[in-house]
C-alpha cells in the first residue's frame, strides 16, 4: 500500500514556543491531506483537511491560527503548532488519500510534548 | 449524523482462536467502508478498503465483510497470533462527505 511518512516522530518543546510537523506521501500523490490529534485511549479527532494549493478547512472548535496547515505540493503538507501550551501536548497523525479509491492512508503519527 | 459504534470494546483470546470484530453505522449512504490496525503509540495502518458496491475483501487471514443495507461490517482474523494484539479502527467515508467517521476501536489481546 501506499506510504506516508511524518517528521519529527516525537518533539519536546518548551511553552510558548512554535512546532513544525511535516507529513509527506512517499510514492503517491495527494491533492487531499488530512490532520488527526489522539487524545489517550481515544479515537482519532479530525482536526482539518488540507487541500493542495488553497486553504485548509478546519473543524469546528479547532483554531485555524494556532494551528497553521500548508499544503504546498501533492507530497507534502505541514501542520505549525503555534505558541504551544502544555495543552497542545497531544498525538498528531497525518493521512493522505488516494484519488482513485479514496483510500486513506496514515503517518506513524507525532508525540507533541509542551513543557 | 454518522455514527459508527465496535463491539465489543476489548476482548482477549488464546492464540490459534478466530477473531471476529463487528462494526455497526447508522446511516447506509457510504462511499466505502475500512478497517485499521493501530499499534499502541503508532499511527494507523490500513487494512482492509471494501467499497460500497462490495461484499467482502480478503487479505491473507483477514476477511471483511460489508452488509450496507443493515449498516454492519464484520472483520475476521483467522487463527489468530498474539502479534494480532492491537487495536482494530472501522471507519466509513460517508456520501458527499471529505470526513472519515471512526469507531473508538476493538482492542484485541492474543494470548500466547
Known amino acids: 500500500g501506499a506510504v506516508v511518512s511524518q517528521h519529527p516522530s516525537r518533539v519536546i518543546c518548551k511553552s510558548g514556543t512554535s512546532v513544525k510537523i511535516e507529513c509527506r506521501s512517499l510514492?503517491?500523490?495527494?491533492?487531499?491531506m488530512f490532520w488527526y490529534r489522539q487524545f489517550p485511549k481515544q479515537s482519532l479527532m479530525l482536526m482539518a483537511t488540507?487541500?493542495?494549493?488553497?486553504?485548509?478547512?478546519?473543524e469546528q472548535g479547532v483554531e485555524k491560527d494556532k494551528f497553521l496547515i500548508n499544503h504546498a505540493s501533492l507530497t507534502l503538507s505541514t501542520l505549525t503548532v503555534t505558541s504551544a501550551h502544555p495543552e497542545d501536548s497531544s498525538f498528531y497523525i497525518c493521512s493522505a488519500r488516494v484519488g482513485a479509491t479514496y483510500e486513506q492512508y496514515f503517518g506513524p503519527g507525532t508525540r507533541l510534548t509542551v513543557t | 449524523k454518522q455514527e459508527v459504534t465496535q463491539i465489543p470494546a476489548a476482548l482477549s483470546v488464546p492464540e490459534g482462536e478466530n477473531l471476529v470484530l463487528n462494526c455497526s453505522f447508522t446511516d447506509s449512504a457510504i462511499y466505502n467502508l475500512q478497517w485499521f490496525r493501530q499499534d499502541p503509540g503508532k499511527g494507523l495502518t490500513s487494512l482492509l478498503l471494501?467499497?460500497?458496491?462490495?461484499r467482502e475483501q480478503t487479505s491473507g487471514r483477514l476477511n471483511a465483510s460489508l452488509d450496507k443495507s443493515s449498516g454492519r461490517s464484520t472483520l475476521y482474523i483467522a487463527a489468530s497470533q498474539p502479534g494480532d494484539s492491537a487495536t482494530y479502527l472501522c471507519?466509513?467515508?460517508?456520501?458527499?462527505?471529505?470526513?472519515?467517521?471512526f469507531g473508538k476501536g476493538n482492542q484485541v489481546v492474543v494470548i500466547p
Open positions: 510514492d503517491f500523490q495527494a491533492t487531499t
Open positions: 471494501i467499497q460500497s458496491s462490495q
Open positions: 471507519a466509513v467515508r460517508p456520501y458527499g462527505n471529505n470526513r472519515l467517521a
Open positions: 488540507s487541500n493542495e494549493g488553497s486553504k485548509a478547512t478546519y
